[in-house]
């Protein structure tokens, strides 16, 4: 579980995004694209799950890309090569569906651009024509474009403020490109509310769509029931259930309440404890 490399690979109005390379030989053997692992940085820290980017089998590595944003988050972006995390499990949860469909749509949010790296890889090797839509806050905060561009056919960046790419929403693109044709396939992976426009779009096309969802955990083996979701009116965890859900099933209003229920105590935390 030691610590092979540590990039901060955005460091911009506020936001670290940082990439970690960590040594897991038996995870990097076992890890297929859309699992995760759970790391703890103490003995006394809270588990928090983050999605397999990359492994490498001959070096017994695995990648994790993740937004410092509350403090366990800042206390494993302190971390440096060398350093040892206390505890790492995984991999977890199902994988994603990998098969021939068609024409897939990726479309990626924030950090969740990192989420889908993987699954474009493996869909592209299953002969697949990738579209990727990228989108961020603006062009300081975008991440992975060149290593997308290499796992796609077609890539649109959108930025918010449209320093970079087209101005606008992923899910503006996505609706005029399902405007002009058909597609068998879209993931999607980013913010919640990102998450829950892309499926509200392609439902108008009958489109397919699968989501990763982000749900809050504790232990991550379906023990606790916190990240608990409901898909089509029937109660799901997305820690073994998950994290791949339909879009379209998703009680979305519900998903976003629980994922706020620690938020006053979060603000709380982090303001005793300030990034330094």
């Known amino acids: ?25 038996e995870i990097s053997q076992k890890a297929k694209p859309g699992q995760f692992v759970v ?21 017994g590595s695995i990648t994790l890309i993740f937004q410092e944003a509350g403090l366990t988050t800042r206390l494993l972006g302190a971390l440096n090569a060398g350093d040892s995390l206390y505890a790492l499990v995984g991999p977890l949860g199902h994988p994603t569906e990998i098969k021939k469909f068609g024409k897939v749509i990726l479309a ?28 961020s806050r603006n062009k300081d905060l975008l991440i992975l474009e060149a290593e997308l561009k290499g796992a796609s056919d077609q890539i649109y960046i959108m930025t918010d403020d449209g320093s970079y790419g087209r101005k606008g929403f992923t899910t503006d693109m996505l609706k005029e ?9 879209i993931y999607s992976v980013g913010p919640i ?48 259930d998950g994290p791949d859900f339909d879009g379209h099933g998703v009680d979305w209003e519900e998903l976003e ?14 303001n005793l404890f300030p990034a330094s």
């Open 177 to 185: 490109l399902l405007d002009k044709d058909k597609y068998d396939l």
């Open 108 to 135: 990626g949010g924030g950090v969740g651009i990192a989420e889908i790296l993987p699954v474009a890889r493996a869909l592209k090797d299953a002969g697949n024509h990738i579209t990727a839509i990228l989108g």
């Open 39 to 59: 790391v703890m940085v103490d003995e006394r820290g809270e588990r928090v799950p983050l999605t397999i980017v990359d492994v490498d089998i001959n070096a």
């Open 257 to 270: 309440k629980r994922n706020k229920v620690y938020s006053v105590q979060e603000k709380h935390i982090c």
């Open 1 to 25: 579980m030691k610590i092979i490399s540590r990039e901060a690979i955005i460091d911009s109005a506020g936001v670290r995004i940082i990439k970690l390379s960590l040594i897991a030989p």
């Open 193 to 240: 509310p990102m998450m829950k426009r892309v499926a509200a779009v392609s439902r108008e096309y009958n489109t397919k769509t699968l989501v990763s969802l982000n749900a809050l955990m504790v232990d991550a083996t379906g023990m606790c029931g916190c990240c608990r979701v409901s898909v089509f009116g029937q109660v799901k965890f997305s820690c073994v």
